[in-house]
Every structure is written in structure tokens, then in C-alpha cells.
């Protein structure tokens, strides 16, 4: 009997050609195809919600998206094709999510099988905000980067997440001069968007804590940065950014006096 790692394999490429006239529709930009069923008393959870909680300056800059919910997806090699498999494969084959673009369409791909919807709603959100970065407006890049610059000129420790923490390392190797332009500061530019946007979509969306660490950024720093995102990519009505925006959707919902995890 062959091994699981013997058969046909089909590429995430491959699926998103075939699966694309195959999708249902969510709504005019979102469709999906759940090669691996999901109950439907959860397609709320893994769909409506979090794409009804996207703010609507986001959902207009998406190109179509398509949702593919996988049993699994690997690689058998570094740099290899990323493929959906029923097998589950080991734990540095196993990749949680992905996207295969078209000229005008997005398919993203999701490990789903032994996830919890949590954690499928933050790599969600991780490939949307990769996304909008395809289209950022000049305006946000802009904004974005003399945040960063002023973080950087401070000596901000920390970041939000293992992507943006790396590329900080690269760019405060340099001198402090050579740090706040060129391609280090435009790759962590990007990744500290791209980590960011991601907490603040998952936010909007859920009930998430920022972990403390002495990795993270500290927090005024971090509130600064959900400010300018608020003020860029304004949360869907009746969604909160923050505590003290909760009472704005519903007077019943106001927080106990002093709570704000990001003050």
C-alpha cells in the first residue's frame, strides 16, 4: 500500500483555477468553497461575522476574495508547491494558511481540520491585511511610516508579532541614521502593517487580548498605532475599537470605570 506522501498531490495553484467557478457567493467581494465541510450552524463564525466586521474602507480596497476551507495544507519541501492533503502532515510541513492571486481575484487557503475557529480567524485577517497592502493608499503609507519613524527615533522596544519583530532586528542593525529609510525600513514598514492591521481587524472582530512580553510593543506606543488605524480604516457601525467606544454603540455596554488593556 503506498505511503500518504506517494499520491497525487494537487497545488493550492491548481484548486484556485478549478474551484473558482465552484465558490458561494457571501456577499458581492467574498465567496468560498469548503473542500473540508464546515457544520453549518459555524459557517457564522468562520464567515459572517468576521467579514461583517471588517471596516468598509478595507472591504473596498480587496479585490474578490475567495475562502477555501482545506482539511490540510503542507509543503514537502522548503520551497516547494503548497498542497491540500487529508493526511495531517507533520508539524514543519503543516502550513495553516495561504493565497494564490489572479489578475483580478484572491483564493485564500485555510488548514481548518483540528483549528480553532480563533486561530483560523487571526490567519484570516493575516492574509487580508497582506491584501491591503497591495493596495495601501499613499495616504496610509504615509502615515504609517512617520509613525514608525518616530517609534524608531524614540528606540521603541518590541513589536506586535514574530514577522514584524524579525524585520525590526534587521533595521536596528543598521545605524540610527540609515534606519528610518531604504529597503530595511520598507520591508519592516510593510510587516509591521501587515502584524498590526491584523490585531486591529481581529479586534474589531472578537474578543482578543494583546499579550504581554518582552517582545511586545509597549502599549502607548500600540495605541498610537490602533489610533491611526481607527482614524484610517473606521470600524464597521456598531463595532468597538476600544473600551470607551462601546457605550458610543450601546449605553448598556460601557466598560468598568479604568479598563483599558492599551492605555
Not at 485555510?110 to 493575516?126: C, G, I, P, S
Not at 524579525?166 to 510593510?190: I, N
Not at 455596554?253 to 483599558?260: E, F, I, N, Q, S
Request: proline share 11%.
Amino acid at each position: 500500500m503506498p505511503s500518504p506522501n506517494s499520491r497525487p498531490r494537487t497545488t493550492v495553484e491548481q484548486l484556485a483555477r478549478t474551484l473558482r467557478s465552484e465558490m458561494i457567493a457571501v456577499d458581492t467581494r467574498f465567496s468560498y468553497n469548503p473542500l473540508f465541510p464546515v457544520p453549518e450552524e459555524d459557517l457564522r463564525q468562520f464567515l459572517q461575522d468576521p467579514i461583517t466586521a471588517l471596516p468598509p474602507s478595507v472591504a473596498a480596497l480587496l479585490p474578490p476574495v475567495g475562502i477555501v476551507f482545506a482539511p490540510y495544507l503542507d509543503r514537502q519541501t522548503p520551497k516547494g508547491p503548497i498542497s491540500v492533503t487529508e493526511e495531517k502532515p507533520t508539524e514543519a510541513k503543516l502550513i495553516l494558511s495561504t493565497r494564490v492571486m489572479a489578475q483580478d481575484h484572491a483564493t485564500l487557503f485555510f488548514t481548518v481540520k483540528d483549528e480553532q475557529v480563533a486561530d483560523y480567524h487571526y490567519f484570516l485577517y493575516d492574509e487580508l491585511a497582506g491584501l491591503l497592502l497591495l493596495a495601501l493608499p499613499k495616504e496610509a503609507e504615509d502615515e504609517w511610516n512617520r509613525l514608525l519613524r518616530e517609534e524608531l527615533s524614540a528606540e521603541a522596544h518590541g513589536e506586535v508579532d514574530d514577522r514584524s519583530w524579525h524585520a525590526k532586528q534587521k533595521l536596528q542593525r543598521k545605524a540610527m541614521a540609515a534606519r528610518k529609510d531604504g529597503p530595511l525600513f520598507r520591508e519592516y514598514s510593510r510587516d509591521s502593517f501587515r502584524d498590526t492591521m491584523t490585531l486591529y481587524m481581529h479586534g474589531i472582530c472578537c474578543d482578543i487580548d494583546v499579550e504581554a512580553g518582552p517582545r511586545q510593543l509597549p502599549s502607548r506606543y500600540l495605541r498610537k498605532r490602533l489610533d491611526a488605524l481607527k482614524s484610517l480604516f473606521p470600524p464597521p457601525e456598531g463595532h468597538a475599537v476600544f473600551p470607551e467606544d462601546l457605550p458610543k454603540i450601546d449605553p448598556r455596554l460601557a466598560p468598568p470605570k479604568g479598563l483599558d488593556p492599551i492605555e
